[in-house]
């Protein structure tokens, strides 16, 4: 089992960045893919980027590449998200979770931490 804890998010205005991090419990974490995903107010939880295990491959929404960069160090069992030009759209929760591989559909995911809020504003 792992247990995750986010931390990094905050305000900032438009352009801005943020570095988003997942601290993971266990010394198996190296074993676990994990995702990031959002959750805006009235809307569904989407998909933001993914990570394999090594943090060999790396997966994003489409619309996000260029803009947000994951990545891991499993020596010190965190996973990061940095997330850069950020829009007002941006605004949402990000939550972290933890799985056998990098899913992309938040289903499939059992382990999650508790988010971190993230408002982009002027």
């Known amino acids: 089992q792992v247990q995750l804890v986010e931390s990094g998010g905050g305000s900032v205005q438009p352009g801005g960045s943020l570095r988003l991090s997942c601290v993971a419990s266990?010394?198996?974490?190296?074993?676990?893919?994990v995702g990031w995903f959002r959750q805006a107010p009235g809307k569904e939880r989407e998909f933001v980027a993914s990570?394999?295990?090594?943090?060999?491959?790396?997966y994003y929404q489409p619309s996000l590449r260029g803009r947000f960069t994951i990545s891991r160090d499993n020596y010190k069992n965190i996973v990061f998200l940095q997330m850069n030009s950020l829009k007002p759209e941006d605004t949402a929760i990000y939550y972290c979770?933890?799985?056998?591989?990098?899913?992309?559909?938040?289903?499939?995911?059992?382990?999650w931490g508790q988010g971190t809020q993230v408002t982009v504003s002027s």
């Open positions: 266990g010394r198996t974490f190296s074993t676990y893919a």
């Open positions: 990570i394999s295990t090594t943090g060999g491959n790396t």
């Open positions: 979770a933890a799985d056998l591989a990098p899913y992309t559909d938040h289903v499939m995911y059992n382990y």
